[in-house]
DNA sequence: CATCCACGGCCAGAATACGAATCATAAGAA
DNA sequence: TTCTTATGATTCGTATTCTGGCCGTGGATG
């Protein structure tokens, strides 16, 4: 079951969005302020965040920052002309965002959207030998857990999701550390490096001379 | 991996084309003048470029002469009483325009179905016995995979996109390698070679005498 | 037929890309 | 706190690819 908190101070927003969710076969939480939203955040895990960017007390921006060690991805609630909002919200690692008011059906393919990028849609991905569980992101060889950091568990699903296509190292950059791809440093030839190693997939994933790397079917 | 450039000079409205364009998995870089949108479109090459009608210095329309010449497909910014514009920008080869402010799902239909127009949402292209997967970056014969370099790669795209056309040298260069051609030396001549002879392509490339190559159907 | 110039073929040096090892710092656990 | 692990910058070595120069061939032109 996917878990959803909406955080809206106008009630009938924030219940409009439950019933929406709940119907489409997702559990909706709600939350009315900010205080509120950071409680639930704090004691049960959620899968996605629908975040209005004008609260009472704690504001959007300010959850966001809270939000944005958890890992769990946002979108966020904005009214038509806040073009600045949007962008500051995208910049701070909002995954997506809707414009109030907002068509249910937009609302769900959004959502739909965002899951998948995350990999919350489908749970079990089978590659390489591989099973890479993305809900509890968790891969395992043979039934045998591998222990890999969090870089390396980004890579590998950035290529798993990906089979057959040339990653350059910017897009590679930019997918997994976010932001533009400092040439200078070697980190992501260094990472794809660390990651065949524990996937044993040094034959799998080749580089692609002056043009990336690739998993290999 | 889609390039595509965004020219505006309001910089939090090209900051959320390159972030939404991002996210959905193009590559995308922003300009923020008509003098800087020049310039990168002379350095690099881009699938499509998104391009704002008033810009201080050199403006879209301008620029619009500029880029015609490159043929890569444009779709044009506007503010929503601009009829005149639309028309104008339509009428100078624009491929499509958005009136802003804009929805991001409908920028990223428009782009798409520009992109598919212009054949670059294609992945496999299938001419002259070979078929390329423009996601793996790979050429077959036969099944058999053709060991390239990055250099031949791009060449034969480059050929295979434009089946008939006669490419000059200088045309080639800018494509492949980027910036003005240098006419004292002979990488273009020295790369068409090895490219047509690993892709068995020495009769179906043809040099036009004087004007340049042609890849014969 | 003679001349000019565009193009093909080849080579070696230059440039670039990638892998591996090392080290410093940051983040996190005990 | 201290210890461990994760992360990323740096350096070096090697393999691959790119490029400019030279020469030969052959088409275009008169």
């Given at each position: 079951?996917?878990?959803?908190?909406?955080?809206?101070?106008?009630?009938?927003?924030a219940?409009?969005?439950?019933?929406?969710?709940?119907?489409?076969?997702?559990?909706?939480?709600?939350?009315?302020?900010?205080?509120?939203?950071?409680?639930?955040?704090?004691?049960?895990?959620?899968?996605?965040?629908?975040?209005?960017?004008?609260?009472?007390?704690?504001?959007?921006?300010?959850?966001?920052?809270?939000?944005?060690?958890?890992?769990?991805?946002?979108?966020?609630?904005?009214?038509?002309?806040?073009?600045?909002?949007?962008?500051?919200?995208?910049?701070?690692?909002a995954?997506?965002?809707?414009?109030?008011?907002?068509?249910?059906?937009?609302?769900?393919?959004?959502?739909?959207?965002?899951?998948?990028?995350?990999?919350?849609?489908?749970?079990?991905?089978?590659i390489?030998g591989?099973?890479?569980?993305?809900l509890?992101?968790?891969?395992?060889?043979?039934?045998?857990e591998?222990?890999?950091?969090?870089?390396?568990?980004?890579?590998?699903?950035?290529?798993?999701?990906?089979?057959?296509?040339?990653?350059?190292?910017?897009?590679i950059?930019?997918?997994?550390?976010?932001?533009?791809?400092?040439?200078?440093t070697?980190?992501?030839?260094?990472?794809?490096?660390?990651?065949?190693?524990?996937?044993?997939?040094?034959?799998?994933?080749?580089?692609?001379?002056?043009m990336?790397?690739?998993?290999?079917?």
């Amino acid at each position: 079951m996917i878990r959803i908190l909406a955080v809206d101070d106008e009630r009938p927003i924030a219940e409009l969005l439950r019933l929406s969710l709940g119907r489409a076969g997702y559990q909706c939480t709600c939350a009315y302020d900010g205080i509120e939203a950071a409680n639930l955040i704090e004691k049960e895990t959620f899968d996605l965040i629908l975040l209005d960017i004008m609260l009472p007390g704690i504001d959007g921006f300010e959850l966001m920052d809270y939000i944005r060690a958890t890992n769990v991805p946002v979108i966020f609630l904005t009214a038509k002309n806040a073009v600045a909002d949007r962008v500051k919200g995208l910049r701070m690692g909002a995954e997506d965002y809707i414009i109030k008011p907002f068509d249910v059906l937009e609302l769900l393919a959004r959502v739909e959207g965002v899951l998948r990028r995350h990999g919350k849609l489908q749970t079990l991905l089978q590659i390489g030998g591989l099973e890479i569980n993305t809900l509890s992101m968790q891969v395992t060889r043979d039934g045998a857990e591998l222990p890999l950091t969090r870089k390396e568990y980004d890579l590998l699903l950035l290529f798993a999701q990906n089979p057959g296509v040339v990653l350059s190292k910017s897009t590679i950059y930019e997918r997994v550390w976010g932001g533009e791809y400092p040439e200078s440093t070697r980190t992501v030839e260094l990472h794809i490096q660390r990651m065949k190693k524990k996937a044993g997939w040094d034959d799998r994933i080749k580089p692609v001379y002056g043009m990336g790397y690739r998993l290999e079917g």
